[in-house]
């Protein structure tokens, strides 16, 4: 009994934190993750119109882009899109998200969870086509083909992501002060005005910034649901790699990542902010 006692004394012991191979598993991880988009964001900065070969530094192919009147064009057309959609799934998101909280568990809550979510769990390509069915037929009886489909597709997918913040904003909020604004006989919308808004605010701007990027960068939707003459920069993208690659289509994927990486890593320090 004591030699067994002191051969579990002086065995090493298992730590979790120090597995063999997991290092350089991840270092392979991130190599193949990033290692492509590290090699386009250089390759923006050539001067050479080849994609193999080095030319030298050059910002030609960003003041290019800059100039094409079509990349302006849609780049305008993704930023309103982008801003309309996630402001009307921000304020749909918001009222789903505090009837979903503010109120006693029953019956069917989880089935309203689930539903509010379900685009994100549906494949992107069976929401396209199924909006693409319904908004032909619209077309057909109304007449309209402007940008207000794509704004409707895009709101609709990106309910879910704005919801999700907010929620979550909602469930960490201290109710005490509600109930205490109610007690001293505030209404329902000045509780909410004057308590529950600001104390909501970092999760609806999360929400919105969330939305904002998941629209600015689709693809599918837009694709599925554009008219002619209505490309986003993703899909004017997509037209141009289908024709040929250039330094050009490089510098607007740079300028691009920038942007996203900016908004999410605003979107990041808000949540860091409210935790």
Request: hydrophobic share 55%; glycine share 6%.
């Amino acid at each position: 009994m004591a030699r067994a006692r002191f051969d579990f004394r002086t065995r090493a012991r298992f730590d979790v934190r120090a597995q063999p191979g997991f290092g350089t598993i991840a270092l392979f991880t991130f190599a193949l993750l990033y290692l492509p988009i590290v090699t386009l964001v250089v390759y923006a900065f050539n001067a050479s119109d080849s994609l193999s070969s080095w030319g030298g530094f050059s910002l030609h192919w960003f003041a290019a882009a800059a100039q094409n009147q079509s990349v302006q064009d849609a780049a305008w057309r993704s930023l309103i899109i982008a801003a309309s959609a996630a402001t009307m799934a921000t304020i749909a998101a918001t009222m789903a998200a505090l009837a979903t909280t503010r109120t006693p568990p029953y019956p069917g809550l989880s089935f309203k969870y689930a539903f509010i979510n379900l685009p994100l769990m549906v494949p992107e390509i069976v929401t396209a086509v199924a909006l693409l069915i319904v908004f032909a037929k619209v077309k057909v009886w109304t007449g309209y083909s402007g940008l207000g489909y794509l704004i409707l597709a895009h709101t609709a997918f990106c309910i879910p992501f704005a919801y999700l913040p907010i929620r979550a904003r909602l469930e960490g909020m201290d109710q005490s002060l509600e109930r205490a604004a109610a007690d001293l006989y505030a209404t329902p919308w000045q509780v909410f005005r004057r308590v529950t808004l600001p104390l909501l605010r970092p999760g609806i701007i999360a929400g919105f910034m969330l939305a904002f990027v998941i629209s600015l960068d689709d693809v599918v939707i837009s694709e599925f649901v554009k008219s002619g003459g209505q490309d986003t920069l993703p899909t004017y993208m997509l037209g141009q790699l289908r024709r040929a690659v250039t330094p050009e289509i490089n510098a607007i994927a740079a300028a691009f990542l920038v942007l996203s990486v900016a908004l999410v890593t605003v979107f990041f320090f808000i949540n860091r902010k409210k935790a």
